[in-house]
DNA sequence: CGCCAGGCAAAAG
DNA sequence: CTTTTGCATGGC
C-alpha cells in the first residue's frame, strides 16, 4: 500500500453513500474497494487527506486523480456559488464528497436501470449484472475474484430473459435496447465525450428509457459536464423545504457538484424531507 | 401484508 | 402542449 498526500479532501465512505455511484464497497477491514472501468484499488483511508492505495504512483496520477476529481477545489465552488445557509451546511456536512468521473457505458446501464427503484436494489440489480455477464477478474491483493462492469456485447447477448432474471423488470428492455445500440455502434460514446452539453443532453434521450433526470447522472457521472443538474424527488423534497419551490441551483457553477452535497445531505437526514 | 423507490413512455386531456 | 397512468420487483 502506497501512502497518498491529498490537496483536497476526499472521503470515501460518504462517495460511496452519496448516490452516485454503486458498486464501491466497504470491506469491512479498514479497506475500501473502486472499481474503475478495467482498474481495481484497494484503499485505506487514514484521513481526509491522506489514504493509502494498492496502485502506484504513475496509475494514480494517470488514472485515479481524474476519477476522484481530485483537481478540482470544491469548497471555491461552494464561495463563488449564490451560496445559501443550507449550500454552506450541506457543503460542510458533506466534505470529502468527490464527483466521480466514471465509465460512461456503466452510468448509462446503471440510471437507465435506477429508476423506480430504491438505491440498495439497484446496488442489488447491479452485482447480479455483473456476477452473470461481466469479465471475472483476479486481483493481486489476495482479495479473490472481481467481476467487472460488462461490456456491451455482454448484455446484448444476455437476452430479455436473463436481465429480468437480475431483477430489471420492465426496465429490461430499455437496457437491451442500449447495450444493442452501444455494441453495434449506433451509439458512440466515446464519441459523444466531444459534443456540447446540449448535443450530448439530446443525444442520451434518444435511448428508450432515458429521459431527463437519467440523462443528466449520465452527463455529471460519466461526461464530468459539472452543470448538469439531476432533478429527481429528493431533489424536489429539498427545493420544497428549503428553498420555498424554486430552486437557485441551475444558476450556480458546478451546480452538479454543489447539489450533490444537498442530495446526500438529505440522504442522511431523511426524516427532516420525507413529507 | 402494504408501501414506496435517484422515472419513463405512452395514453389521455 | 400539459397532465395522468401503468409499470416489475426488491427492501423494509
Redesign the pocket.
Known amino acids: 500500500m502506497k501512502k497518498i498526500k491529498l490537496k483536497y479532501a476526499l472521503n470515501l465512505q460518504k462517495i460511496m453513500e ?3 455511484c454503486f458498486r464501491p464497497v466497504n470491506l469491512k477491514n479498514g479497506r475500501y474497494r473502486f472499481i474503475n472501468g478495467n482498474r481495481i484499488l484497494y484503499c485505506r483511508q487514514e484521513s481526509d487527506f491522506d489514504i493509502f492505495v494498492s496502485c502506484g504512483r504513475e496509475e494514480w496520477d494517470d488514472v485515479w486523480t481524474s476519477y476522484f476529481d481530485l483537481d478540482n477545489d470544491y469548497d471555491a465552488l461552494c464561495e463563488a456559488s449564490e451560496e445559501t445557509e443550507f449550500l454552506k451546511a450541506a457543503v460542510e456536512y458533506g466534505r470529502g464528497i468527490r464527483v466521480l468521473r466514471q465509465d460512461p457505458f456503466e452510468m448509462l446501464i446503471s440510471f437507465i436501470l ?9 446496488r ?1 440489480a447491479i452485482e447480479k449484472l455483473c456476477d452473470r455477464y461481466g469479465e471475472a477478474v483476479e486481483t493481486s491483493c489476495e482479495m479473490g475474484e472481481v467481476r467487472l462492469f460488462p461490456r456491451p456485447e455482454a448484455l446484448e447477448h444476455a437476452g430479455t430473459e436473463g436481465l ?1 432474471s437480475c ?1 430489471l ?2 426496465r429490461a428492455p430499455y437496457v437491451r435496447d442500449a447495450a444493442e445500440r452501444v455494441s453495434h455502434g449506433t451509439l458512440s460514446l466515446r464519441e459523444a465525450e466531444f459534443l456540447d452539453d446540449s448535443d450530448l443532453f439530446q443525444l442520451l ?1 434518444t435511448v ?8 443528466c ?1 449520465v452527463m455529471l457521472f460519466a461526461y464530468g459536464r459539472y452543470e448538469s443538474v ?6 424536489q423534497r429539498i427545493v420544497e423545504k428549503k428553498y420555498a419551490g424554486e430552486a437557485p441551483f441551475s444558476s450556480w457553477r458546478g451546480a452538479g457538484i454543489l ?2 452535497y444537498l ?1 446526500y445531505y438529505a440522504l442522511k437526514h431523511k426524516e427532516e424531507f ?1 413529507k
Not at 428508450?208 to 440523462?215: I, N, Q, S, T, Y
Not at 439531476?230 to 431533489?235: A, K
Open positions: 452519496s448516490g452516485q435506477s429508476q423506480r427503484k430504491s438505491i440498495p436494489a439497484i442489488t429480468l431483477g423488470g420492465y434521450c428508450h428509457g432515458v429521459g431527463e433526470k437519467v440523462a447522472c439531476p432533478s429527481d424527488v429528493w431533489i447539489q450533490q442530495f420525507v
